[in-house]
């Protein structure tokens, strides 16, 4: 121990999870996948150090030298306790106070994400100061964390001294004996996070394989702990479990746990056979078509929403007409037929304000009267009814539009429990065997593009690259579109099963 460098990226990725820690230093890297939550990350704190220091920021030794108001690409290191540590600082703001540069000297900033200052954060910049001072030959007492909320730049000032201190020699001491590990950690109880991660595709086929109970849709961290201190420790195992007994063993937990348990049971036997359960009707209900709707409606529109939550921008709403064939049937989700639908971009640009968009969705659902709007999740449904009333939408208006959305997904859960460890879009659609036309495509992707195309396109009159952000805007679409189309592909395995 002591040999290795232990970086700051590294004590990041350990305070997230130990398992990616031991993966970056010792993992199999043509495995990793490229995330873009790390992109968007980087994306957020540029623009906070932006508007922190409007002026472009000095590189390196020579930028301190010199006294710049910010500098960037200074690598920092030194030695704890045997530990042989380095760093690389996100931005050094310069403050008052001699320094082996003069008579100044530099603070690190970090660019925060999400609304509170987190243990990583503080560690983080605890290991920037104590580095930083070593090559400053000055103490850092604070540190700077900024954040934008849309509104302006926030700034928080970090004391960097004291138990602070203690808690990094602890962390960095934790950190490098779990790097000398000779097979990585244990799977996370809670897996949901993993969709952020890097190494999520490795983890996946291992608790895959394993039969890891986060894999059951509906257990997390808190019930996957409960379901281990009862000798439960996979999905086979919880599939073979009489849910009577474990009704009455997760009681002391709470009813709501008690209530729970046959649920989860029954699905860990579905995904164990592979096969779906209908699930029975509700008392006093037949089996009812779970898409009453469409009995009589001439065609649907298909609806699905991109956001941008930080900006709180729902910035594009897409529709997918589809219509009855020539004998009055439902098109199938085939892939050659879906590719000739029509598809109805409305972008929704900030500048154009809300107004211009309500108009635009109001006209286009006035040429379809009759059509319901189809959507996966209750994202569209909840931001096109809060849009109509800001808009000032009489009560009939909004009766006669919360009537049209019909929430798949919604409908999907009263009446199946399917083979899937996520009920989600993705999950469900690829089950049914749908394929999105762009590989590695998520929410987060689509996202940035969208930033992307802000920067070239959507604040300058002539952007520098205008293939580029066509390319951007492009590839938006095609997510957008895809994304309704498999909603219907759910829709129709519906409609086959009534």
Known sequence: MGQE????????????????????????????????????????????FQSLLPQKPGHGEAAAVAAAPGVVGLRLAGVTDGLRLEAHPALLERVQGPSV????????????????????????????????????????????????????????????????QRQLDEALQRLAAELERSSPPPLVA?????????WRGVCDREAAAAGHLSEVSGIGGKRREMLLELGIESLPQLAGTDPA??????????????EIAGQLVAQARVQAAGAPERLPPQPGQGQRDLLPELATAPGVLLYDIESDPDARDDFLHGFVLVQR?????????????????????????????????????????????????????ETEAISLVRLAQRMGARESELAALRGRL???????????????????????????????????????????????????????????????ARRALERIFTYNRDDNLATWAVTRWLLDQA
């Open 5 to 48: 460098v232990v970086t700051d990226r590294l004590l990041r990725s350990w305070l997230r999870c130990k398992r990616r820690a031991w993966l970056d230093r010792h993992g199999d890297q043509a495995q990793r996948q490229w995330t873009a939550h790390r992109a968007l990350a980087l994306s957020d704190q540029l623009r906070s």
């Open 101 to 164: 540069w003069g008579e100044h000297a530099y603070r690190p900033v970090l660019g925060r994400q999400g609304r509170n200052l987190t243990r990583e954060h503080r560690l983080l910049l605890a290991l920037w100061g104590r580095l930083l001072a070593e090559r400053q030959q000055a103490p850092v007492p604070h540190a700077l964390v900024v954040a934008g909320d849309g509104q302006g730049l926030q700034q928080e000032r970090l004391a960097l001294g004291g138990g602070l």
């Open 190 to 198: 809670d897996r949901k996070k993993c969709v952020l991660c890097s």
């Open 245 to 258: 007994w474990l009704a009455e063993e997760l009681a002391v937990h709470g009813e709501q746990h008690r």
């Open 325 to 377: 064939d020539a004998a009055g049937a439902w098109p199938l989700a085939d892939p050659a037929a879906m590719a000739q639908w029509r598809y109805i971009p409305l972008l929704a640009r900030l500048e154009h304000g809300e107004e211009r968009l309500w108009r635009r969705l109001q006209a286009l659902l006035a040429r379809y009267p009759g059509w319901p709007l189809l959507h996966y999740g």
């Open 406 to 468: 019909i929430d798949v997904h919604a409908r999907l859960r009263q009446g199946w429990r399917l083979p899937v460890n996520s009920y989600g879009l993705k999950a469900v659609a690829s089950w049914r065997g749908f394929r999105w036309s762009q590989s590695g495509v998520d929410g987060a992707r689509c996202l940035l593009w969208w930033r992307q195309w802000r920067h070239d396109w959507g604040t300058r009159p002539q952007p520098a690259n205008p293939a580029g």
